[in-house]
């Protein structure tokens, strides 16, 4: 006989439970050739900080994923890891010596690596110890990092092999800058969100003329680097000007209205400024134009040297000058209300200014369509459906990626320099120090997270590992990084390896607070998992996160909910308790006692939540299992089962006592 404590206390057995369970080994995959596999990688958290409510939610459906696959006969292994994040850990970094009265440049590369790696043994650490009081069943054996050995030489394999098939290149490219971060972001890093602006008219004179024709614009400053004034050549009544020359307002730059397809007819006067050094649009216009460059923002969005007295101004200072130079000389026609959206850095918020820059892109054309193709072969699939529109869509209308970036902590490019001639060598290893030099760019965080699949299983070697355990299973991510991560991970595998590196990918909503809005330190919001596992427990936090989640949609987290789930656990625990006091020693299985109809009953409620519920979490309905357990728990188990039996517990009937404790302990067993 055990007996319990009266009162469930998870802090007195959680972590002792936990630590057991690694020393055993019980979460290691093994290669078994008798077994098929089950294979799950987590989504790498960044080494920036602690974990939050997403990071629990995502595991804790990871970890019911992989338990249920390792219960029915799987080899199940769940990889664990974090990732580098090099724009977010070097905005961290960079914060945290300013705090200390240092900064990158005065420490020199080394000593900033330095800086990193210890920012990122402290916080790597912290994250796998949360993780662990999660109680997340991964090997942890097989942990790894996005600037391990073995990660960075399969980020170098990469690199190589698509330069030589002529999919990476280097250009001069219009690429979103962010002035504070100083480096270059991809398109998906930039959040655009709506603001009011105006839009300025501004009165573009024709040489030696008085007449003049109004072009609107939502950024006057870059006026400066205008040239060419664009009217669509289907437009009837700009066909007489198409050739004639203006004189740049304040610049007095003489420039040309050329006729192009891309200016829209509808939108404002139907003629727009070209501006091929500060717009995308207007880059591809100047380019089938041969119209050139006039870079007019520098990296630190400041008007560049040669514009006079606004030379050396903050763009937005510069806009503001130039606004009143244009009244003053009556070429400010009129200002008109705007809303409009504008690009923010991600991780800074500082709005990020297109600028043209020799920056290193992945064609994306061939790659798009190998994802495109295994969707079409339903070669993997959305939980939920819907989703799939976002990953079609992006593909179809995909860019070139910018894959260089201007940070000092992350992959290098292997690219090397010739010093005298420019020769540019793609390699491992510097060919000569002496005569060739490193480019000091690093490699979009995205471009080894892509690899995550496969890199952590010991691609590029032909490890057992990666002959067993891939292609994965199910990815379970949220649904905000479809672009970021999901895709590239998909077109990355299918270029590398020749096929898929999941079939199934579960999105997951963003965990929202009680009043339905994002959780964030501005808003003062956000909740601590950690806090609430010392308060409640592990297993409480994770049933009330997955108790009526739904893939795809967000959830509100209310902590009556995690109160709930507590007393849930608290009713398991009790009777669990009433159970192991009433247990003798050599209790009979249920196939050697003659059972009663309650028992009977209880044995068939049992197999039917059994099938329903492996079933639900077979199509990934996790919510809908949860409430199932929940249900016959409490309701069944404990309010009817254990009191229609405690009546034999206490008589002299020694078989009526006998088969309750076998039923007892069968019905606990399968719950638990």
Known sequence: MKNLEKNYNPKEFEDKIYKIWENEGYFKGIIDKDKKPFTIVMPPPNVTGNLHLGHALNNTIQDILIRKNRMDGYSALWVPGTDHASIA??????????????????LGRDGFLEASWDWTREYGGNIKNQLKKLGVSCDWSREAFTLDDNLTEAVEEVFIKMYNDDLIYQG??????????????SDIEVIHEDESGHFWNIRYKFKDSEDYIVIATTRPETLLGDLAVAVNPDDERYTDIVGKTLILPLVNREIKVIADSYVDMEFGTGIVKIT????????????????????????????????????????????????????????LDSVKDHEHAVG?????????????SKQWFV???????????????????????????????????????????????????????HNETGEVVVARENPDSQKYTQDPDTLDTWFSS????????????????LKYFFPTNVLVTGYDIIFFWVIRMVFSSLYNLGEVPFKDVYLTGLVKDSQGRKMSKSLGNGIDPIEVIDQYGADALRFALITGNTPGNDSRFYMEKVEANRNFCNKLWNASRFVFMNVEENVKNIDEVELQIEDK????????????????LNKYEIGIAAEKIYDFTWNVFCDWYIELVKPRLYEDNAKLKESAISVLIYTLTNVI
Request: with cysteine; aromatic share 10%; glycine share 4%.
């Open 89 to 106: 850990t070097e905005a961290k970094v960079v914060n945290k010596l300013k705090e200390e009265g240092k900064s990158k440049e005065s």
């Open 172 to 185: 001069d490219r219009i690429v979103n800058w962010c002035p504070n971060c100083h480096t270059a972001i």
């Open 276 to 331: 091929p050094s500060h717009d995308p649009n207007d880059f591809e216009v100047g380019a089938r134009h041969n119209l050139g460059q006039c870079i007019v923002i520098d990296e630190d969005a400041k008007i560049v040297e040669g514009y006079g007295k606004y030379s050396g101004l903050d763009r937005y200072e510069a806009r503001k000058l130039i606004i009143e130079d244009l009244e003053k000389i009556g070429q």
């Open 344 to 356: 923010h850095c991600e991780r800074c918020h500082t709005t990020v200014e297109p600028l043209i």
């Open 363 to 417: 064609k994306m054309d061939k790659l798009a369509k190998l994802a495109l193709d295994a969707y079409k072969k339903e070669e993997i699939r959305f939980i939920p459906k819907r989703f799939e529109k976002v990953y079609v869509n992006w593909l179809e209308n995909i860019r070139d990626w910018c894959i260089s970036r201007q940070l000092w902590w992350g992959h290098r490019l292997p690219v090397y320099y």
């Open 450 to 465: 892509a690899l995550w699949p496969f890199s952590t299983l010991g691609w590029p070697h032909e490890t057992e590992d």
């Open 601 to 616: 009953w209880i044995i068939s409620s049992l197999n039917n939540v059994i099938d329903e519920v492996s079933t639900n």
